[in-house]
């Protein structure tokens, strides 16, 4: 399975996303550069954590106009999975690829520390390598990740099962329902804000984000080459 | 030459977590008398008249780029640009 992860002007976390499909999950992956215009040689959509474009104006909001980004939603069209993490949800958001907005932290603070995620719907291509309600700590590290939707949003999030991930403990953004990842109606673009890609091996602190990565392969694999 | 004043600002639904920090510095300065703070954006643009009507040129650019409707309200003053 090929990869794209889609570097920003400001993009930070993108050398962790790449070193997390490369050698942790041994699959193939490039980066692409935001002024690309054809996605159609990947098979998954990877937009990182940063500060694309300094944050200006609001995060991910110029980002949303850079030419790759029109190949992004033509992939997620094309149902190939995309996923978004930190600056990439926000820029999912902006893009109107997932619902809802990112704020500022109810506290104002940037905050950057393990938390406890928990699973909540692990029926997506993103979580069957999870338990239901299964409890995984990743590490978070934003300023701006308190999800905000209105009620009627919300209500459909809810009834379609895409809320994905919550924050098992205390929330530490403010984000409605403790909201930590939600997923479209159609099940292949996920957004969330802790960073799975900086939890793929025990030296570095745990390994509870590589069956989120194993888990997109796993579905592309059975899709994609069990007809050989 | 026009000139555009965007004023940018939270939804009333939308909480507003630096306002209340600020108006929490207020009553600590003993302005009892602010009740509320929201905090927005103030964007000023300078457009030359052409073809396109300049209200239907700035709404476009408020609701593509300048603003994020799910969480923000605008409102914008069209006046002719002084030169220098």
């Known amino acids: 399975m090929k990869f794209a992860v889609i570097v920003f002007p400001g993009s930070n976390c993108d050398l962790d996303m790449y070193h997390a499909i490369k050698d942790e999950l041994g699959e193939e992956v490039e980066y692409v550069w ?3 215009k054809d996605l159609s040689g990947f098979d998954g959509i990877l937009l990182p954590g940063g500060f694309s474009y300094g944050d200006y104006l609001r995060c991910g909001a110029m980002a949303k106009q850079s030419n790759v980004m029109s190949e992004v939603v033509k992939a997620a069209e094309a149902g190939k999975p995309v996923l978004g993490i930190c600056n990439g949800f926000q820029v999912l958001t902006e893009a109107g690829l ?30 069957t390598g999870y338990e239901k309600d299964e409890v995984i700590q990743i590490p978070i590290a934003h300023g701006e990740g308190n999800y905000y939707c209105d009620d009627e949003t919300l209500a459909s999030l809810i009834e379609n099962n895409q809320i994905v991930f919550k924050y098992a403990s205390e929330g530490p953004n403010g984000s409605i329902e403790d909201i930590a990842g939600i997923i479209n109606e159609k099940g292949n673009v996920l957004g969330m804000m802790p960073h799975p890609e900086r939890a793929v091996h025990e030296l570095i602190g ?10 997109i392969v796993k579905q592309w694999r059975e899709t ?5 | 030459m026009k000139k555009v ?5 939270l939804r009333e639904s939308v909480l507003d977590p630096q306002g209340s ?31 396109r009507d300049i209200d239907s040129v700035v709404k476009e650019m408020c609701e593509k ?5 799910v969480i923000e309200d605008y409102r914008y003053e069209v006046e002719e640009a002084v030169s220098k």
């Open chain 1, 34 to 36: 935001h002024d690309e």
């Open chain 1, 98 to 127: 997932l619902p809802g907005a990112l704020l500022r932290n109810k506290n104002l603070k940037f905050m950057c520390r393990n938390v406890e995620l928990k699973v909540v719907n692990n029926e997506t291509q993103f979580t």
């Open chain 1, 206 to 215: 745990g390994s509870d984000g590589l069956a989120l990565f194993k888990s």
């Open chain 1, 224 to 228: 994609h080459v069990s007809h050989a």
């Open chain 2, 5 to 9: 004043k965007v004023y940018v600002t």
């Open chain 2, 21 to 51: 920090a600020v108006m929490g510095a207020l009553h600590s300065m003993e302005y009892n008398e602010v009740k509320d703070v929201r905090i927005g954006k103030f964007l000023e643009l300078q457009i030359e008249e052409g073809t």
């Open chain 2, 65 to 69: 780029l300048l603003t994020n409707t």
